[in-house]
Nanobody, 122 residues
Framework: VQLVESGGGSVQAGGSLRLSCAFS????????VGWFRQAPGKEREGVAL??????TYVDSVKGRFTISKDNGKNTLYLQMNSLKPEDTAMYYC??????????????????WGQGTQVAVSS
């Protein structure tokens, strides 16, 4: 099984990007899936999560980022609008296949994607 991200890039502040994560060789998208990011010199943080049908966001991205999934395409998305320089990071999709319910605090991913870089300039 494999998670493959795409869609990163460089944008100016205020711009938008959409990240995609293909769940390759998964029969279906697991119940507990999310996006994480890690900026240079900082710890990795959970950004957005879907637990079954419930979505959760870290406060810093609320109202700007939207997580969604297409079960028919086995793909997870992160729509990022109104991007800020502080959103610059490597973004990873991940899943905890051992849980049917999770939160940004309880998710403990056992599968990760390779990451896609997002750079936002001011």
């Amino acid at each position: 099984v494999q998670l493959v991200e795409s869609g990163g890039g460089s944008v100016q502040a205020g711009g938008s990007l959409r990240l995609s994560c293909a769940f390759s060789r998964f029969l279906y998208i697991p119940y507990c899936v999310g996006w994480f990011r890690q900026a240079p010199g900082k710890e990795r943080e959970g950004v957005a999560l879907i637990s079954d049908t419930t979505t959760t966001y870290v406060d810093s991205v609320k109202g700007r980022f939207t997580i969604s999934k297409d079960n028919g395409k086995n793909t997870l998305y992160l729509q990022m609008n109104s991007l800020k320089p502080e959103d610059t990071a490597m973004y990873y999709c991940a899943t905890d296949t051992r849980r049917s319910r999770c939160t940004l605090s309880t998710i403990s991913p056992n599968y990760w994607g390779q990451g896609t870089q997002v750079a936002v300039s001011s």
